[in-house]
């Protein structure tokens, strides 16, 4: 399957700090990319839509000034954490979607565990 | 009613058995469908993909998708201890993926 991947893995802050995840796509190009959030023994969130070339879509509840999405080219989407606190804390995952002649796939990064302190 | 819902587990099977994992959608214009596994602590990784009525085989995994009855399941053959995790059953719809609610497998050595 294709590879898409994320960096960090893990990463631990401070409150008040930023942080930035960043998601690629190795060896097919995406146009569209995927953010979402996972708590402990609940199932995926979908926080954004990132669009290369274009504004993020946010589901409702997301707040826009505080997860920023940049999708700067059709392998790259980053997410930004800004003035992160203790409840951002989660497992981040982003996805690519790729579109093959059958129809949409979605593959997923590894993920990136935040810890705020 | 939920987009996707998924049989409730946990399902226990003994090791070398079918497991059988079911999931029903409630948006009959929806066109792809996917399974995927979730081990504990890590993302969600793709098992099958399926579009079109009928079966699709991938090795040990066989997906069956029903669209009349807005039904898609998964086997998993000879079931290895390797095969417990979560499995979660994904419906494209619109623009984005909905899942169901996962159903954690077990596989008795």
């Known amino acids: 399957g294709a590879v898409v991947s994320q960096h960090p893995s893990w990463v631990i802050c401070k409150s008040g700090t930023s942080v930035k995840i960043e998601c690629r796509s190795l060896?097919?190009?995406?146009?569209?990319m995927f953010w979402y959030r996972q708590f402990p023994k609940q199932s995926l969130m979908l926080m954004a839509t990132?669009?290369?070339?274009?504004?993020?879509?946010?589901e409702q509840g997301v707040e826009k000034d505080k997860f920023l999405i940049n999708h700067a080219s059709l392998t790259l989407s980053t997410l930004t954490v800004t003035s992160a606190h203790p409840e951002d804390s989660s497992f981040y995952i982003c996805?690519?979607?790729?579109?093959?002649?059958?129809?949409?796939?979605?593959?997923f990064g590894p993920g990136t565990r935040l810890t705020v302190l | 009613q939920k987009e996707v819902e998924q049989n409730s587990g946990p399902l226990s099977v003994p090791e070398g058995a079918i497991a059988s994992l079911n999931c029903t959608y409630s948006?009959?214009?929806?066109?792809?469908f996917f399974w995927y596994r979730q081990y504990s602590g890590k993302s969600p990784e793709l098992i099958m993909s399926?579009?079109?009525?009928g079966d699709k085989e991938d090795g040990r995994f066989t997906a069956q998708l029903n669209k009349a009855s807005q039904y898609v399941s998964l086997l998993i053959r000879d079931s290895q201890p390797s095969d417990s995790a979560t499995y979660l059953c994904?419906?494209?719809?619109?623009?984005?993926?909905?899942f169901g609610a996962g159903t954690t497998v077990t596989v008795r050595a």
């Open positions: 996805s690519a979607l790729n579109r093959l002649a059958e129809g949409r796939v979605e593959y």
């Open positions: 060896d097919f190009q995406a146009t569209t």
């Open positions: 990132s669009n290369e070339g274009s504004k993020a879509t946010y």
């Open positions: 948006d009959r214009g929806s066109q792809s």
């Open positions: 399926i579009y079109s009525n």
């Open positions: 994904a419906v494209f719809n619109d623009y984005k993926l909905s």
